[in-house]
C-alpha cells in the first residue's frame, strides 16, 4: 500500500513533535493553592499541624483560577508541591480583619520559608503578584 508523501511527512512531523512531551514530567513550578485554616490543620511542608480547625466549607477554592491567571505553574497537591500560595478573603476569615485591610490576603511559601506575602483588592491581583514572585526568586522580599 502507497501513501502519498505528503501524508507520510505530516505524519512523521506529528510523531516527532509529540513524542519529546510524552513520558517527561513538566518543568513548571508545582504548586499548592490553599486556605490558611486549610494549610494549618495540614501542618504544612513540614506536616506538623498548627491547629486543629476545620477548614471552612463554604470559602470557594481559588485552585482553577490560580492555574487559569498562572499558567507557567502546575496546579498540585502537598506532596509535590515545590511552592504553596494561602489566599484567604477576608469577608470568609472568622477572626476580626482590619476594616482598611486589602479583601484578599495571600503568602507563599517554598519548601523552607515564607517567601512572599501580600493583600490585594482583587483576586486576579493577588495571583498576578504570586505568579511573579514564583518566577523571579531573586525578588523573594517578604511584602506587607
Same mark, same amino acid.
Given at each position: 500500500?502507497? $501513501?502519498? %508523501?505528503? #501524508?507520510?511527512? %505530516? !505524519?512523521?512531523?506529528?510523531?516527532?513533535?509529540?513524542?519529546?512531551?510524552?513520558?517527561?514530567?513538566? +518543568?513548571?513550578? +508545582?504548586?499548592?493553592?490553599?486556605?490558611?485554616?486549610?494549610?494549618?490543620?495540614? !501542618?504544612? #511542608?513540614?506536616?506538623?499541624?498548627?491547629?486543629?480547625?476545620?477548614?471552612?466549607?463554604?470559602?470557594?477554592?481559588?485552585?482553577?483560577?490560580?492555574?487559569? !491567571?498562572?499558567?507557567?505553574?502546575?496546579?498540585? +497537591?502537598?506532596?509535590?508541591?515545590?511552592?504553596?500560595?494561602?489566599?484567604?478573603?477576608?469577608? $470568609?476569615?472568622?477572626?476580626?480583619?482590619?476594616?482598611?485591610?486589602?479583601? #484578599?490576603?495571600?503568602?507563599?511559601?517554598?519548601?523552607?520559608?515564607?517567601? #512572599?506575602?501580600? !493583600?490585594?483588592?482583587?483576586?486576579?491581583?493577588?495571583?498576578?503578584?504570586?505568579?511573579?514572585? %514564583?518566577?523571579?526568586?531573586?525578588?523573594?522580599?517578604?511584602?506587607?
Amino acid at each position: 500500500m502507497r $501513501f502519498p %508523501i505528503r #501524508f507520510v511527512i %505530516i !505524519g512523521f512531523a506529528v510523531s516527532t513533535l509529540a513524542y519529546p512531551a510524552y513520558g517527561q514530567t513538566s +518543568n513548571r513550578p +508545582n504548586v499548592y493553592v490553599t486556605h490558611l485554616k486549610a494549610w494549618s490543620a495540614s !501542618g504544612g #511542608f513540614d506536616g506538623k499541624p498548627v491547629s486543629r480547625s476545620k477548614p471552612s466549607a463554604g470559602q470557594p477554592d481559588y485552585a482553577k483560577q490560580f492555574q487559569k !491567571g498562572c499558567a507557567s505553574v502546575l496546579v498540585t +497537591n502537598l506532596e509535590h508541591a515545590d511552592f504553596a500560595v494561602i489566599i484567604d478573603d477576608k469577608k $470568609f476569615l472568622s477572626a476580626r480583619t482590619d476594616v482598611k485591610a486589602a479583601r #484578599f490576603q495571600y503568602r507563599l511559601y517554598n519548601r523552607d520559608r515564607l517567601i #512572599f506575602a501580600g !493583600g490585594e483588592d482583587l483576586l486576579g491581583n493577588a495571583i498576578k503578584k504570586s505568579c511573579n514572585a %514564583i518566577a523571579s526568586p531573586n525578588s523573594w522580599i517578604i511584602q506587607r
